[in-house]
T-cell receptor, first 115, second 112 residues
Framework: GAVVSQHPSWVICKSGTSVKIECRSLDFQATTMFWYRQFPKQSLMLMATSNEGSKATHEQGVEKDKFLINHASLTLSTLTVTSAHPEDSSFYIC???????????FGSGTRLTVV | DAKTTQPTSMDCAEGRAANLPCNHSTISGNEYVYWYRQIHSQGPQYIIHGLKNNETNEMASLIITEDRKSSTLILPHATLRDTAVYYCIVRVNTGTASKLTFGTGTRLQVTL
């Protein structure tokens, strides 16, 4: 149990376009999901906390208007990278915790390349 | 959440036990010790967690010192598939909205 699905697994987009990444909890409801970004050979950095039915909480230094988060249901959160630029190229990972469960479950990640 | 300190990298021969240390000297009484690992280009995978007592599951054992200032993750019989970055995280176990903060972790290389 406690499976988190992330889609797409990789995406290439042109500079200036927007990209949407989906994160779904397949077998549990997640009122809160988390979005991380990871650059090569670095650790995971928390970008934002996604709350179902309310505004996301972005970490300091993360532009909320550039990294749009929507958590419209208890099983789906989306991250949209708007007006993407090459410096946004990174590995994006979502996670959620099942209520009453142990630990956090992570998606398999999305590798974004902006050209 | 308390800060953790881990060695940058470790090597282990296949079939041997891998012992990964973690220092968390500023841990509070209500903070748990969590271990995750990340295999290259994948999302982190939960391994084990504990508060005071030693814990064991199908993947690993977690040994926490009596003063809780340090812990060791033990992979009893390491295989090549255990090559990954291992993260030790301490945090309060306060429900689903508490975030996980990752440090730099230990890069474990399992060799033949």
């Amino acid at each position: 149990g406690a499976v988190v699905s992330q889609h797409p697994s990789w995406v290439i987009c042109k500079s200036g376009t927007s990209v949407k990444i989906e994160c779904r909890s397949l077998d549990f409801q997640a009122t809160t999901m988390f979005w991380y970004r990871q650059f090569p050979k670095q650790s995971l950095m928390l970008m934002a906390t996604s709350n179902e039915g309310s505004k996301a909480t972005h970490e300091q230094g993360v532009e909320k208007d550039k990294f749009l988060i929507n958590h419209a249901s208890l099983t789906l959160s989306t991250l949209t990278v708007t007006s993407a630029h090459p410096e946004d190229s990174s590995f994006y990972i979502c996670s959620a915790r099942r209520s009453g469960g142990y630990g956090y479950t992570f998606g398999s990640g999305t590798r974004l390349t902006v050209v | 959440d308390a800060k953790t300190t881990q060695p940058t990298s470790m090597d282990c021969a296949e079939g041997r036990a891998a012992n990964l240390p973690c220092n968390h000297s500023t841990i509070s009484g209500n903070e748990y010790v969590y271990w995750y690992r990340q295999i290259h280009s994948q999302g982190p995978q939960y391994i084990i967690h504990g508060l005071k007592n030693n814990e064991t599951n199908e993947m690993a054992s977690l040994i926490i010192t009596e003063d809780r200032k340090s812990s060791t993750l033990i992979l009893p019989h390491a295989t090549l598939r255990d090559t990954a970055v291992y993260y030790c995280i301490v945090r309060v176990n306060t429900g689903t909205a508490s975030k996980l903060t990752f440090g730099t972790g230990t890069r474990l290389q399992v060799t033949l």
